[in-house]
């Protein structure tokens, strides 16, 4: 495997995911507003950021808190973390939900950063921008030295944020969205359900 190295999923759990998908497929695609030019053009900037800090040489934690940048400027925070805590966020109350946003946020960047760090020597490349039904998928390829190419596709909406950002994105066919969401509802059941304790390993984790 390549990048999807980085979820450290079993078929099992791809198998769940996918069906999970179907099951909430209406709550993860937002009503879409934005062109595919626009869609296209902030997928480009999102990787020419990434493929520059890929190239910096700086550490990995300069590296990672880079990557918390980007991830707060080109995407959807908001919804991923709501997405990602799921029915749970119904109990959760308004501090809850605040700290389990920005402790999501660094895990994110913390996980994710550390695989786009194997990307030193190769580079992302976008290719294509289409809508499908609610969404435009904007396609990138992965170039990893030593490897094959292999697909990185961004969705893209404004329509909760009033400007262009991304709210998933599949890696080798694996939805990063629903990813997370059975990674936080696993952190929760270790943890009796109880979400501040969910919150403080969530900012460890990554």
Known sequence: MTIST???????????????FIAFAPIAQPAMAV??????????NLVGTINKVIASGKSESAMIREFEKIFIKYSDVKHLASYALGVDGRRA?????????KAFQGYIARKYGRQFRKFI????EVKSAKTVKS?????????LKGQAPFDVTFFVSDKRSGKP???NM???GINMLLTERTEIGAMLDRRGGNISKMIKDLKRAG
């Open 170 to 172: 599949y890696i080798e």
């Open 35 to 44: 062109s595919e030019g626009k869609a296209k053009a902030l997928v480009k």
């Open 121 to 124: 020597g190769g580079k992302l």
């Open 135 to 143: 969404r435009v998928e904007v396609k990138t390829m992965a170039h």
């Open 6 to 20: 980085l979820t450290k999923l079993s078929r099992r759990k791809v198998t769940l995911g996918l069906a999970s």
């Open 165 to 167: 950002v991304f709210y």
């Open 93 to 101: 109350s308004a501090a809850q939900k605040r700290s389990f946003q």
